[in-house]
T-cell receptor, first 112, second 116 residues
Framework: GENVEQHPSTLSVQEGDSAVIKCTYS??????FPWYKQELGKRPQLIID?????GEKKDQRIAVTLNKTAKHFSLHITETQPEDSAVYFC???????????FGQGTTLQVKP | DARVTQTPRHKVTEMGQEVTMRCQPI?????VFWYRQTMMQGLELLAY????????DSGMPKDRFSAEMPDATLATLKIQPSEPRDSAVYFC??????????????FGPGTRLTVT
């Protein structure tokens, strides 16, 4: 079955710097890759996603890149702000199943 | 702004008691998922439904857990009997589903379960 590895487990950056979180997946048939942000005590919220027919997607300060050959995808946050501090989860899915397999999460701390 | 709702938000119970968690998916969503979140295991998929039919519950301990969708507006997750190791946050999520060309999932606020 699908397995998703996420790195790093914790990340601390200064406000204004960029942050990058990387995930690798095992099943080459996976074709949908969402990213979720979870603040303490809150629900995971979908912040951006990418399908396998696209190499990059951007939404304001966040972007996701996908390398299907290497089976990895990354989340990029530019100009980080303290409110970006949260746990970020990547996931991979076989679209015909709808199942999401999540990475272990990255705790991002943005220092003012 | 439609959202998935879950009840109760918090539940404290004694070992051996039955626990029932409820979820109302977003109207029109055809897929419903149950996840369990713990510090050690992260987010684990327990079960999921498409058009109210259970498609996969391989992540769920079958001897004590059961998941159902009595109708399109209600999904339930039951634990009987509950054990301390079941303490976790249980999330429900719903999505339009592949039939509507979407694989997105939207999470409810979760039920924080503590079994003593």
């Amino acid at each position: 079955g699908e397995n998703v590895e996420q790195h790093p487990s914790t990340l601390s950056v200064q406000e204004g710097d960029s942050a990058v979180i990387k995930c690798t997946y095992s099943d080459s048939a996976s074709n949908y890759f969402p990213w979720y942000k979870q603040e303490l005590g809150k629900r995971p919220q979908l912040i951006i996603d990418i399908r396998s027919n696209v190499g990059e997607k951007k939404d304001q300060r966040i972007a996701v890149t996908l390398n299907k050959t290497a089976k990895h995808f990354s989340l990029h946050i530019t100009e980080t702000q303290p409110e970006d501090s949260a746990v970020y989860f990547c996931a991979a899915s076989l679209s015909n199943t709808g199942k999401l397999i999540f990475g272990q999460g990255t705790t991002l701390q943005v220092k003012p | 702004d439609a959202r998935v709702t879950q009840t109760p938000r918090h539940k404290v119970t004694e070992m051996g008691q039955e626990v029932t968690m409820r979820c109302q998916p977003i109207l029109g969503h055809n897929t419903v998922f149950w996840y369990r979140q713990t510090m050690m295991q992260g987010l684990e998929l327990l079960a999921y439904f498409r058009n109210r039919a259970p498609l996969d519950d391989s992540g769920m301990p079958k001897d004590r857990f059961s998941a159902e969708m009595p109708d399109a507006t209600l999904a339930t997750l039951k634990i009987q009997p509950s054990e301390p190791r079941d303490s976790a946050v249980y999330f429900c999520a719903s999505g339009p589903g592949p039939g509507q060309g979407s694989y997105e999932q939207y999470f409810g606020p979760g039920t924080r379960l503590t079994v003593t």
